[in-house]
């Protein structure tokens, strides 16, 4: 088994380029690497240098190899397709400059959407022709990235989007070819949702391409869920904690991807407030030493 471990802006809080409260770019290389990972996510495409010549030079001087990129866009609004496709197509090139291999779309978060997340049974769904348009909108990114760009696309289940809960993923997997659209699996979405992930990946572990390795704090999930409180202030809440302390079983995800000859990259994620007074790197470093501790 040849899995690498990597890290991803979010877990310095970086969700959205143009947020005043991102730290420097440049800073983020440098913690991830310091931090014991050796490649990283481009995050929010704006966030790093789009010019190839810029972000190459300092990927290289902090040895780090761009894995993937994250495309967290409101797949579900049709007015919003313009912003889907441009976000699509500039991360596109930008994984294809720097030779990544991974393209992850998530469909973001909905206002009607947000009071649901984690209670499969209250949340809204589409009707018959807004979900055929709404997998449709997925199924033309998820295309061109794989037959125009050559890159491994797999969807991401997200809190509070319209992929939220297993049986929208599974429908969408039905839907939409496996060779044009994989699975970029997390654990701590699916846990979030209500679901079994080591259960899910047993399923689905032949059409898992990518991983994404969070976990959760049952206590504060629970609170979260039944006050309904946002998916932003769960995160300033801690309901993503460090690896290894919450609900997310990871020697049993580890069995599963060594059964299976998993190969590739796995990406540790741990969205946070970059409004809290916390040390990023810290919380990166220990990720990487408990992911050491049982194999990885």
């Known amino acids: 088994m040849t899995i690498r471990i990597g890290n991803a802006p979010c877990s ?22 310091d931090a014991g990972y050796r490649g990283i996510e481009l995050g929010p495409i704006g966030f790093m240098p789009e010019d190839p010549d810029v972000l190459g030079e300092a990927l290289e001087e902090f040895g780090q190899e761009l894995i993937g990129g994250v495309v967290f866009r409101p797949f579900h609004d049709p007015a919003k397709w313009d912003e889907v496709m441009d976000a699509s197509q500039r991360t596109c090139r930008a994984l294809v400059a720097h030779g990544a291999r991974h393209l992850v779309l998530i469909d973001s978060i909905s206002p009607r959407r947000a009071p649901t997340a984690g209670r499969a049974e209250a949340a809204e769904q589409m009707g018959g022709a807004e979900w055929a348009a709404f997998r449709d909108r997925i199924a033309t990114v998820a295309r061109m990235g794989a037959e125009e760009y050559g890159l491994t696309v797999g969807i991401h289940a997200h809190a509070a989007g319209f992929i939220d809960f297993e049986p929208e993923l599974e429908r969408l997997l039905d839907e939409v070819d496996e060779s044009i659209l994989k699975i970029c699996f ?25 991983m994404h390795f969070k976990d959760i704090d049952p206590v504060v999930k629970a609170d979260v869920i039944a006050k309904g409180t946002g998916f932003y202030d769960a995160c300033g809440q801690g309901i993503f904690c460090n690896l290894g302390k919450g609900d997310v079983d990871f020697p049993a995800v580890r069995q599963i991807l060594l059964d299976a000859g998993f190969e590739g990259w796995c990406t540790v994620e741990q969205d946070c407030d970059p409004t809290l007074d916390v040390r990023p790197v810290d919380d990166a470093r220990k990720n990487r030493e408990y992911l050491s501790s049982i194999g990885f």
């Open 186 to 210: 997390d654990t701590g979405h699916h846990s979030y949702a209500g679901f079994d992930p080591v259960a899910f990946m047993r399923r689905h572990i032949g059409r898992i391409s990518y």
């Open 12 to 33: 310095w809080g970086v969700e959205f380029a143009g947020d005043p409260r991102n730290p420097p770019w440049r800073q983020v290389l440098s913690d991830c690497r």
